[in-house]
């Protein structure tokens, strides 16, 4: 693996990693304007990355092959260390954003919540009960293992709750989305915050 670098006044970074399961370049502006190109061999985590980034003003690059005659498991996790290392490289000290989000998103019938802590402290919680084990070809696990491993390379805290649905398919649409416009506003950056935004004085 390696970090293609980072450039702290744009706060942008790029990530290579290349296993005997997968190949992944990915790159994540964090003050963007919501482009993605999102080319994987995964169809709905296309979807969902779209949307993720549309919602979160961010500029996102990826580009993936695995090995998804096996499964999809080893591309989405892969995916998700990767989104998680830029996104830790991409903020660098910290310094002046607001840290913390809490937000709602519907999608018709379904409710979410994604709660956030740029922390340092990685940590996740989750909570949701699909009523199907399936959306497509796509395993509905293959969500908590995205967003954990995320959350775990980007040292931050993420709960995500899915309140209520019907609908699979909803249901992680409304989760993504709200990740999405959680990040956007954790990592915006507050102008009455002076160093980082803790009585530490380190993120």
């Given amino acids: 693996m390696t970090m293609d670098g980072a450039n702290q006044n744009a706060r942008t970074a790029g990530v290579s990693r290349r296993t005997n399961e997968t190949d992944i370049q990915l790159q ?11 080319e ?10 779209d949307l993720f980034t549309k919602h979160g003003h ?8 695995g090995d998804v005659e096996i499964d999809d498991h080893h591309t989405v996790e892969d995916i998700g260390i990767c989104l998680g290392q830029t996104l830790r490289e991409a903020l660098g000290d910290k310094k002046g954003i607001k840290r913390y989000a809490s937000v709602f998103v519907p999608m018709d019938e379904a409710l979410a919540q994604v709660v956030i802590d740029i922390s340092n402290r990685p940590h ?13 070809t796509f395993d509905t696990e293959l969500v908590h293992e995205f967003l954990w491993k995320l959350a ?11 309140h209520y649905g019907q609908n699979t398919h909803h249901m992680i649409e409304a989760v993504f989305k709200a990740f999405g416009r959680a990040l956007d506003e954790a990592t915006s950056i507050d ?13």
């Fill in 124 to 136: 996740f919680e989750y909570r949701a009960a699909y009523p199907s084990a399936r959306v497509g």
């Fill in 152 to 162: 775990l390379e980007a040292r931050i805290t993420l709960h995500v709750i899915v």
């Fill in 58 to 65: 961010f500029d996102l690059t990826v580009k993936a092959k």
């Fill in 40 to 49: 994987t061999d995964v169809p709905f985590l296309n979807h969902m990355l």
């Fill in 191 to 203: 102008p009455r915050v002076t160093g980082v935004p803790s009585t530490k004085g380190v993120l």
């Fill in 28 to 38: 994540l502006g964090v003050d963007g304007t919501g482009q993605a190109v999102i």
